[in-house]
């Protein structure tokens, strides 16, 4: 059996988990091996991960990107880089549902300038391309002999295809150009270090939090699991005594359904599993079990040395004592987390980056050396919005909402249309997340908009879109508030028949040219696949003096019209399009609460709770017609997919007293 011995190894996603502990256990154990860390410091990677090297003469850490070719082809020249470990990717399944297009970006654009770079430098010595078991596809239930590593790749979600598709990549230059590659597919892995939106971490966090540890589907579904050090053990020989050429499957063959590492964890926490353990709807599509054949790489004299016991324990140990590793893990601890994927999606900037060095490469690429900070140190919040709108009504309430949740925050100085003054505003203020409550709705309302169409369709259509692609320059996440009032009733959604219009259906309402502009810019957004777009209707807030409040309005009215409609009661609604951002969730989304309720409905809670002495008067939408300009849109939005992500939403009616009535209620 041959063996290899590098001198200069590039590690991609070292800061991430797998790698991290691959690359310390390097660096570690071979001194004279130079070791060259590059990663992009995405959401679910950390510095900290690299601690144990902090030191070491034979580690240097670059901050950048696998899809910068012009970065990696510097590396590999000016390092002389012999050897290339690549493990950067997008890897969590439940990501790739809502996002897959980032997943092409990262693991197979990002896997094919890699090896572009390789094939025009020439000097590669060996390629290891980290794969997955997924790759495979679902295996038998009843299969006692797992994949071997010439089965048939069968994935079964956008992340398993993209790292398909990468294979099939480093296959193709390897036989093309001869580039000396050997691929690894791996079973699961769990241990220290590891981001909390897998599930052996998850759960770990949740029961030291005292919560109910939440199992997709069923928890049938069967695993196989490696503690960490084993696995970055298997790269050590790979690395060493892989044949170029092979795939070598790191697994092992005892297996673990879902529920029952559940119920390890809440033994060990002294939890009862009953009261514990909670099913939540299942991904998908959820593969029931991977099982693999490991006997190729045990004949290169691996084993799996740490046994499950031990080594969940080691990895409770770990996160007992070290609980804010990460910092806000709120939005990975849910059921089904989709963070916001970019570079630098957490950010590092604060204390652990000070005394870091910095270097110029081509086109001033940023090499970045750490001298690492005590773990103690304070790590920056991984969230900061940027909100257009401040002069506004819901700006304002995002503003007061971000001060009460701690959520670093600041207004944006550019003018929508603008592009430059929207560039500056990201590059000073360097948010997560965009939100954008910036638009013109009319002075005193939108009947002004009939006489200022120029001015409506400058901020309300070209204002959006500019502020959508830079965000999208910028791999930001825009969260944009919307009208549902681009609709009417018809003879398909029938007023009081309880059919509403669903996020896909097209808008039929022109009577007025400010939804004629809303309409034309939801439409548009549908190419930006970085946008939320929030339909907000009518919209209430328990504060009763603002004169844009609907309940002050008609409150104010000599008359009013009596329709039924949908509305949005921004007391329940605006904190949960924080925590939207917090999701990532993205198009079109009807943002009201569920159900209509109508004017005099409204009229009657109010003298009920507010004035008992109050009056109004009604009139037809031939006699309103009269005295507005533009005709008004009335429609019932149908909430569903809302109510699915956010289940305990309230009615229209019960929202309405809980937060708005029953606060200003008087005796």
Known sequence: MSSYTPKNILITGAAGFIASHAANRLIRNY????????????????????????????????????????????????????????????????????NSFEFTKNNIYGTHVLLEACKVTGQIRRFIHVSTDEVYGETDEDAVVGNHEASQLLPTNPYSATKAGAEMLVMAYGRSYGLPVITTRGNNVYGPNQFPEKLIPKFILLAMRGETLPIHGDGSNVRSYLYCEDVAEAFEVILHKGEVGHVYNIGTKKERRVIDVAKDICKLFSMDPETSIKFVENRPFNDQRYFLDDQKLKNLGWSEQTVWEEGLKKTIEWYTQNPEWWGDVSGALLPHPRMLMMPGGRHFDSEEGKGTSFASGPNQTRMVVPTFKTSSSTQKPALKFLIYGRTGWIGGLLGRLCEKQGIPFEYGRGRLEDRSSLMADIQNIKPTHVFNAAGVTGRPNVDWCESHKTETIRTNVAGTLTLADVCREHGLLMMNFATGCIFEYDAGHP????????????????????????????ELLKEYDNVCTLRVRMPISSDLNNPRNFITKIARYNKVVNIPNSMTILDELLPISIEMAKRNLKGIWNFTNPGVVSHNEILEMYKTYIDPKFQWVNFTLEEQAKVIVAPRSNNEMDASKLKNEFPDLLPIKESLIKYVFEPNKRT
């Open 495 to 522: 007023e009081g028949s309880g059919i509403g219009y669903k996020e896909e259906d097209k808008p039929n309402f022109t009577g007025s040219f400010y939804s004629k502009t809303k309409a034309m810019v939801e």
């Open 31 to 98: 001194p004279d091996y130079k070791i060259v860390v590059l990663d992009k410091l995405d959401y679910c990677s950390n510095l900290k991960n690299l601690l144990p090297s902090k030191s070491s003469p034979n580690f240097k850490f670059v901050k950048g990107d696998i899809g910068s070719a012009d970065l990696v082809n510097y590396l590999l020249i000016t390092e002389s880089i012999d050897t290339i470990m690549h493990f950067a990717a997008q890897t969590h399944v439940d990501n790739s549902f809502g």
